[in-house]
């Protein structure tokens, strides 16, 4: 069987990074350790806002016009995964996709309420003081709420990626060495260009934020 890459390096390095990002996040929140966690978000940050733009202009398997299909396409990829004739891409699923950008969304959602938060005694967002403490508050609950809805989105994710399993597909795999069989090669961009761009972000928001 003929393997062939489909997962460029900053795809699968900031895929993982974002995983233990978050429970780092939430680690350093629920033990009061806000210095860091504004500096975990930084890096967090920096990822999303290059995965999105590499969605646009990075390697064909990860562009958000390869993989985004409308209902009817989503509705056939289940029917027949559900029947077992579904065939493994050089991208991400019907259904996959849609996933993927909806993660990509609340951490953008997750990163941008962050900045106007508050605990209203020692630690604050970099933006909390350019807005009312209305503002704030409900920007603190909205970050508390997108979480909550992020940690069952993902937790539908994995158990996703369970039932792929079970159908003989290795879906996290791919995501470590960035191969998969008998699929047509997608043109890749060097991931190193991801990288170092999701770099240069971080240093631009750790100087900010600090």
Known sequence: MQRVKIWDSFVRISHWLMVLLVVAMWFTAEEGYMEWHLRLAAVLGALVITRILWGFFGSDSARFSKFLKGPAAVVSHVREFRQGHYQPSNTHNAAGGWAAVLLLLLLALQFTSGLFATDEIFH?????????????EAATEFHETVFNVLVALVVVHVVAIILYRIKGINLIAAMLHGYRENVAAPRLVSGIIGIIAAAVIAAALFAWIN
């Open 124 to 136: 604050s967002g970099p933006l909390a003081s350019l807005v009312s403490s209305g503002f704030s």
